[in-house]
């Protein structure tokens, strides 16, 4: 089955992202951040048009707060559910962005995710670590 799609307004969009603080820096697309600690929880949407308007993603992303790499990154499709499915995208990532610890290495660690699940890993070394499975994140 194909979920229709649907034009998502930006007002509708800033409602459901309280505290978040729109970024004009970032050309081209809508860039709304928020600084969790060590790291930018960052929102993208493109500019709605309309010829294309369901075509692409939202993004929900994480950035090393100092060099903005990009760490994370979920699409969310513009579909019915489009605002639950941002919703939980974001407290999911809030909640991987208040574990980030700053390595020995200057890097970062965070959750990833490979073929044999969840674990936690730097963006500059090889240092890693599983995560033990009491953790309540999916
Ligand atoms: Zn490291």
Known sequence: MID??????????REELPGFEWNPVVEKEFAFDKQ???VVV????????????GEEFI??????????KLMV????????RWKTTLRERIA????????????ECG?????????????EACTKC?????IIPTDTIP
């Open 4 to 13: 229709r799609l649907v034009a998502i307004k930006l007002n509708d969009m």
């Open 73 to 80: 990154f979920f699409r969310i499709p513009r579909t019915d």
């Open 92 to 103: 999911q990532v809030m909640e991987e962005a208040l574990r980030v610890v700053r390595c």
């Open 59 to 68: 993004r929900v992303c994480m950035h090393d707060a100092i060099s903005m």
């Open 36 to 38: 969790i600690e060590l």
């Open 107 to 119: 890097g970062l660690v965070y959750v990833q995710r490979g073929a044999y699940g969840r674990y």
């Open 126 to 130: 090889n240092r890693r670590r599983s």
């Open 42 to 53: 960052r929102i993208l949407t493109t500019i709605p048009r309309l010829e294309n308007y």
